[in-house]
């Protein structure tokens, strides 16, 4: 069992940067992969980023790739996602999601393959 709490959201202009935290419960973090995903008002939860057990591989959506970064440090049991360059529609929930290891590819990232859910932190991006 995996609990995962987020912090770091905020209100931020456009153009500014946040840098969220997921801390993790459990002895296994090391194990699992981690994502991050964000629900706009009125939208489906989309997936943004991932990272493998050891962060040596990452993966992003199209829509945030090269404004954020997600790293993890296993030694704190937190994973974290640098957001950079944002835009208003970044405005959402974001959420961290554990995945207990598997086969999936790196690409393979839909909500159901995720085990672990935290309960989210609101980013608010003002134009």
């Known amino acids: 069992q995996v609990q995962l709490v987020e912090s770091g959201g905020g209100l931020v202009q456009a153009g500014g940067s946040l840098r969220l935290s997921c801390a993790a419960s459990g002895r296994t973090f090391s194990n699992y992969v981690m994502g991050w995903f964000r629900q706009a008002p009125g939208k489906e939860r989309e997936f943004v980023a991932r990272?493998?057990?050891?962060?040596?591989?990452?993966y992003y959506a199209d829509s945030v790739k090269g404004r954020f970064t997600i790293s993890r440090d296993n030694a704190k049991n937190t994973v974290y996602l640098q957001m950079n360059s944002l835009r208003p529609e970044d405005t959402a929930v974001y959420y961290c999601?554990?995945?207990?290891?598997?086969?999936?590819?790196?690409?393979?990232?839909?909500?159901?393959?995720?085990?672990?859910w935290g309960q989210g932190t609101q980013v608010t991006v003002s134009s």
């Open positions: 999601a554990a995945r207990r290891p598997s086969n999936y590819g790196l690409a393979y990232n839909p909500e159901r393959s995720y085990d672990y």
């Open positions: 990272i493998s057990w050891s962060g040596g591989s990452t």
